[in-house]
């Protein structure tokens, strides 16, 4: 009988930290914000909510994300932050600039959410030692991972130590998931490289409700973290082509050495 494994990460998160606030990056950070407006109703702990983002709304960004005429030329972290402030009363932080690990980041006390479409912003994201939850995604599917390890032989010997239980302390990042993240992305439609989201959208060849289905399999995790609920899955993979499908890759033994191997 196949063993699920339950995460338990020994982390109270004082902060999230949003990287990415376009078509993904701001639904998850509404989804966000309703989860800590929600605890703070209940009189429990809620962490502070950052969004980081140095690009600017533009006009196709428009109906597409969420966001209006009269935000073009603004920066996107500034509007998305402000707009839930208002909405749900609680403190938003807008950081209008490029994500740098070593000054956006607490490593003790934050998740940081990923939600970029390019190599180089995972490739500061996967310089952070905590809790990431990273999403990523093309035409109409893609995958949210929940990690807390670059390092492989941390994980082997998390899983190792889980043999004593049914508990695991650390799991596989999206790095050390899927390395080739960090690479560069594939090649987008017509071998056009450097293609945003954004700019599939518009030119229809990316599913309107890709980002959509994106953020609610990620909130899924976020609420779990916050609320110290169980999880037992550390990959969610979505697929819109296949009837709006989420599949979630549970957390045992034989997954996660499908993905990082044994020796």
Request: charge should be negative; include cysteine.
């Amino acid at each position: 009988m196949t063993k699920i494994l339950q995460a338990d990460f020994h982390q109270r998160i004082d902060e999230v930290v949003i990287v990415g606030v376009g078509g993904t990056g701001a639904s998850v950070a509404r989804s966000t914000a309703r989860i800590i407006y929600d605890m703070q109703q209940r009189g429990l702990h809620t962490p502070r909510l950052t969004l980081v983002d140095g690009d600017k709304v533009e006009e196709r960004n428009v109906g597409r994300q969420l966001f209006a005429p009269s935000d073009c030329g603004r920066f996107k972290s500034v509007v998305v932050a402000q707009r839930l402030s208002y909405t749900f009363g609680i403190a938003v932080q807008a950081v209008p600039e490029m994500f740098d690990v070593r000054r956006h980041t607490d490593y003790h006390g934050t998740l940081l959410i990923g939600a970029v479409d390019n190599h180089l912003a995972r490739i500061e994201m996967s310089r952070f030692s905590g809790l990431i939850l990273d999403m990523g995604n093309h035409r109409d599917s893609g995958q949210a991972i929940l990690g807390n390890t670059g390092d492989r032989d941390v994980a082997l010997h998390a899983l190792k130590q889980s043999e004593k239980g049914d508990v695991i302390h650390h799991l596989p990042n999206a790095a050390l998931t899927f390395p080739e993240l960090l690479q560069g992305e594939a090649p987008a439609p017509k071998d056009e490289p450097g293609v945003s989201c954004a700019q599939l959208v518009a030119a229809g060849e990316q599913h309107l409700l890709i980002n959509d289905m994106m953020a609610v399999a990620a909130a899924g995790y976020i609420h779990s973290l916050l609320n110290r609920l169980p999880i037992t899955s550390w990959m969610t993979f979505v697929d819109i082509g296949m009837g709006f499908a989420m599949r979630p890759v549970q957390i045992t033994p034989e997954n996660i050495l499908a993905y990082i191997g044994k020796n």
